[in-house]
């Protein structure tokens, strides 16, 4: 058994309107006695009315992504600090999404989650290989090199590994290959932060739906989910949030 509490988070996409709050209540209604940590990542326009919905509840409301200053000139952007002050707990960074759609590298995501840390926010930093990085043989290189460059020094941190050919795919690896790429991962978090790095929590994510998240749980150094599409249903949610 390991110390690591798990984590179930729920990254919402760019989905749900104001009205979705119905699925948060739902949700907090269904997870007052969750054994693991719950977390609703709405988009950033319900981010405020969540955090006030949720309260100092066992739900957490967290962001998707945040820019790495306080303020400034930066159009269209959010700062950590303010979405602390709205009553996000957490933010998730580097997303597979961001990275190709914004061109995010690891420096900008590293640069994010110091932001994040220093405005008492839990950064869930993403990596995860493309399918033809897999077909090469390069996998776990590139989830290590993603991870060297995205980390910040300090072990405050989630890790989620999406590889990014099970997201929304219905596709999930084999049991054995997320053990091996989570077990590497470990390695790695404990060759950088010593003990601290076995505290570190790593989620695995992509195609997580009830059906699976047992199985997935169950593997050793998998402390939880990074839930897209199967986390806008407060059922479907809440059936995984109870396999954790
Ligand atoms: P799906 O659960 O829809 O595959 O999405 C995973 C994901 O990208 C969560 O961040």
Redesign the pocket.
Known sequence: MSARRPLV?G?W?MNGMPDAIGELRATMAGAGDARCDVLVCPPFPLVADFAREAGEGAVGIGAQDCHPEEKGAHTGDVSASLLAAIGARAV?LG???RRADHGEDDALVRAKAEAALGAGLLPIV?VGETEAQRDAGEAEATVLGQLDGSLPDDAGVVV?Y?PVW?????RVPGTDDIAAMHAAIRKALVARHGEAGQGIRILY?????PGNAAEIFAIDDVDG???????LKADDFLGIVAAA
């Open positions: 988070a990254n996409k998730i997303h597979s999404e993403c989620a999406e099970a997201i929304g795919t219905g994510g992509g195609s997580v739906k989910g990074l839930i897209g599409g199967a986390s």
